[in-house]
DNA sequence: CCTTGAGCTTCCAGTGACTGGAAGCCCTAT
DNA sequence: ATAGGGCTTCCAGTCACTGGAAGCTCAAGG
């Protein structure tokens, strides 16, 4: 197979195979006239990648998970402890954006859009109070 | 103020700030010795910038409210744009995170991780359907 | 005056995981 | 013979820093 086929198959662009194969996940062999030549086992691999590249992992945990993947003595704790650690760092960054998106939304909600330049946006991150309604005045609607 | 007592003042560290001046995110004077010379202004302009970059907002968009900041006569409604995109952009990424870790913790619950080389995790990154008893489907080669 | 050490300067390189583009070879069809 | 598409390599850029090296400046202590 050459590259195309095998992005076609695995749905991994070859920039991004060429690059995997740079970083050592892949190592195809080669075909006489130099064009890389994926067996099914590559293409499998590839998959595998794209798979666990989808679900968040690091090229680094995916280059463990196969080499447990391959490796037939693995015990299965040390393919938990990954996802366990990568699940955590997951709950981590979804907390994250969620205090962002609370901050976030609340100012956009006081921010009332028109085309005055007064705005509980720009008040809030130069540091000013912004949830400090002052009795000036009224929002709009 | 040198470059020090501001990192410390605003929470930004030395190197962030001499990248922001990079990029002209800030403009400080310089002394005679040729160290950065902050002034108030400055110092409020970083603290800005740390609060946006806090709430997740890319450079690009940090400049953008910065200038709006700026601008007397800008209208709300640029500054709420902005952050509403960046907020659909949040919860674009929350959404696809939540879908990340509800597959995971799926797949790690269903994992005993113990000392035997069966686990579903790696059953499903490899593209079998990960609830299915054993049947020895091993594929080609 | 000299030394020491902290603080400042610049520039270069690396991070993660690709992605775009240029220059050029290979293959197939017409 | 030529045209096109696919393949190759290598270089550079992305984003927002961060680390480190080499070297200048400044204030304090001996």
Redesign the pocket.
């Known amino acids: 197979m050459?590259?195309?086929?095998v992005?076609e198959r695995s749905g991994i662009?070859?920039?991004?195979i060429?690059?995997?194969?740079d970083i050592g996940l892949v190592r195809?062999q080669?075909?006489?006239?130099?064009?890389?030549a994926f067996r099914e086992t590559d293409l499998h691999k590839l998959a595998f990648?794209g798979r666990a590249?989808a679900l968040g992992?690091?090229?680094?945990?995916?280059r463990n998970l196969l080499s447990l993947y391959e490796d037939e003595t693995r015990e299965s704790a040390q393919v938990k402890t990954i996802a366990e650690e990568h699940l955590s760092a997951i709950d981590d960054k979804i907390a994250q954006l969620q205090e962002m998106r609370e901050t976030l939304s609340h100012l956009v909600e006081a921010c009332h859009g028109d085309h005055r330049p007064d705005c509980p946006i720009l008040k809030d991150l130069s540091g000013a109070l912004a949830g400090c309604k002052p009795t000036t005045g009224r929002s709009a609607d």
Not at 2 to 5: A, V, W
Not at 18 to 21: I, K, L, V, W
Not at 30 to 36: A, D, I, L, V, W
Request: with cysteine; glycine share 10%; proline share 10%.
């Open positions: 050459n590259i195309g086929e992005a662009p070859p920039k991004t060429r690059y995997y194969e195809p080669r075909s006489g006239n130099g064009y890389r990648l590249r992992f690091s090229i680094e945990d995916c």
